[in-house]
C-alpha cells in the first residue's frame, strides 16, 4: 500500500492525545446539564468553566469574555449580525467593512445582511494578499459599525496588520473583529496585542474537535444573540454546553499555549520550499506574502499546470488547491483573483500545509512523487 500523507492541516487538524484523554471521562461522565444546580449538573458546569478559563489564557482575556459556539462559522456570524442586530445600532444605517479575501464565513453573513439593508464595502489586497490600513482608514464612514479583517488567509497564510487595522477603528469609535481560525494555535492570538473587540476561533484547526468554537467579546461590545432561548452563555449564546467538545477545546488551547512545535514546522515548510524551488526552478510559484505568513502554509503555484490536475495523481497526499474546473473552464481562487493573480498562475496553485505531526520523510516523499510526475 501506498503512504499517505497528510499536508492539510488548514482545513483540519487531527485530534492532539491529550485533547482525546481529556474528552475521554465525559463519554461517560458529568452528563449532567451545566445549568441545573443538583450534585449532577456541578461536574458539568466546572468542566465548562475550566475550559473557558483555558481559552481566556490563550486569548489573553477575561473568562466572562469567552462565549462558546458550534464553530468559527458559528462566531463569525455571531459577531457580524450580532453588531448589526444590537440595539445600540437597531433602526440606524449600518456600514460594515471587510475585505474581498475572507473566509465565505465572514463574506456570506455580509451579503445577508445587504439584502436587509446594509451596506458592505470590501477592501483589496496587495499582490501579497495584504490589507492597507490607510484604505480601512479611506472607508470608514459615519455610520460605520464594525471592521472585520481576518487575522491570516486560510488560503496563503499572509497575516494582517491586525494591531494597526485595530488602532484605527479604536479612534474612530468602530468595534473591530478578526477571524483568527487560521492563526489560533499556529501564532499569538493575545486580544490586547492586537487590540481587537471580537475574536473567533474554531476547535478543529488548533488539534481540538470539530463542531465548537468561541467567540471573544471585549466587555462593553454590544451584540444582539444570534440564537435566542434560555440564558446559557450568561445569556448571550442559547442552547445546552457541548460539554465533550467544549472540554476538548479547551485542552488544545492549553496546548497551543506552548508554541515550541512553531518553530520546527517553519523550517521543514521552508525547506520544502527550498527543495521545490531548487527542483523546478522559475516552474514554481509562491503565492502569498514570503515573511508575513503562517509558518505551516506554503501555497505554491506550478506553471502550465492545473492544481487539481496534478493532486488527483497524487492520491495518497492530502493537500489543497484553490482552484476549481466547471465545465472544462478553470477558475481561481478568489483570494488569488483579489491578490491580482493571472489565471494561468493562479490555476496551478496547491496549498501544502504542514502541522505537528509532518515529518521531514514526508516532505520528501512528497518531493519525489512532485517530480515523478
Known amino acids: 500500500m501506498n503512504r499517505q500523507i497528510y499536508l492539510d492541516y488548514n482545513a483540519s487538524t487531527p485530534l492532539a492525545p491529550d485533547v482525546v484523554e481529556a474528552m475521554r471521562p465525559f463519554l461517560s461522565m458529568a452528563y449532567g446539564n451545566p445549568s441545573s444546580l443538583h450534585w449532577a449538573g456541578s461536574p458539568a458546569r466546572d468542566a465548562v468553566e475550566r475550559a473557558r478559563s483555558q481559552v481566556a489564557s490563550l486569548l489573553c482575556c477575561d473568562a466572562t469574555e469567552v462565549i462558546f459556539t458550534s464553530g468559527g462559522t458559528e462566531a463569525n456570524n455571531y459577531a457580524i449580525k450580532g453588531a448589526f442586530f444590537s ?7 449600518c456600514h460594515i467593512i471587510t475585505s474581498y479575501i475572507e473566509h465565505p464565513a465572514v463574506l456570506e453573513p455580509c451579503r445577508f445582511l445587504q439584502s436587509l439593508g446594509a451596506e458592505v464595502t470590501l477592501l483589496p489586497v496587495d499582490r501579497f494578499g495584504m490589507v492597507d490600513p490607510d484604505e480601512v482608514r ?20 499572509t497575516i494582517q496588520p491586525i494591531a494597526s487595522i485595530a488602532a484605527i477603528a479604536r479612534d474612530h469609535g468602530i468595534p473591530f473583529h478578526t477571524d483568527a481560525a487560521q492563526s489560533a494555535g499556529k501564532i499569538s492570538v ?24 468561541v467567540l471573544f467579546v471585549r466587555e462593553g461590545i454590544p451584540l444582539e444573540p444570534l ?18 467538545e467544549i472540554v476538548g477545546l479547551g485542552a488544545a488551547c492549553e496546548l497551543a499555549e506552548d508554541d515550541a512545535d512553531c518553530d520546527a514546522v517553519r523550517q521543514l515548510r521552508d525547506d520544502f520550499w527550498e527543495r521545490l524551488r531548487d527542483e523546478f526552478g522559475d516552474r514554481v510559484v509562491l503565492n502569498g506574502h514570503p515573511v508575513d ?5 506554503l501555497n505554491v503555484s506550478f506553471l502550465n499546470h492545473a492544481g487539481y490536475d496534478l493532486l488527483a495523481q ?15 473552464a478553470a477558475t481561481i481562487s478568489p483570494v ?6 493571472t489565471p494561468e498562475v493562479g490555476r496551478g496553485a496547491v496549498r501544502f500545509s504542514l502541522g505537528r505531526m509532518t515529518t521531514g520523510d514526508e516532505i520528501n516523499a512528497t518531493i519525489n512523487l512532485l517530480t515523478r510526475i
Open 87 to 93: 440595539i445600540k445600532n437597531r433602526g440606524a444605517p
Open 138 to 157: 479611506r472607508a470608514i464612514r459615519p455610520h460605520t459599525r464594525l471592521i472585520s479583517i481576518m487575522h491570516a488567509n486560510n488560503e496563503v497564510g
Open 190 to 213: 493575545d486580544v490586547e496585542s492586537l487590540s481587537v473587540d471580537l475574536l473567533s476561533i474554531a476547535g478543529h484547526k488548533l488539534y481540538g474537535p470539530k463542531g465548537v468554537g
Open 227 to 244: 440564537l435566542h432561548g434560555a440564558g446559557h452563555e450568561s445569556g448571550r449564546r442559547a442552547g445546552t454546553e457541548n460539554i465533550l
Open 293 to 297: 505568513r503562517l509558518p505551516n502554509t
Open 314 to 328: 497524487l492520491p495518497d497526499i492530502a493537500a489543497s488547491t484553490g482552484s476549481a474546473c466547471h465545465a472544462g
Open 336 to 341: 488569488l483573483a483579489a491578490m491580482g493573480v
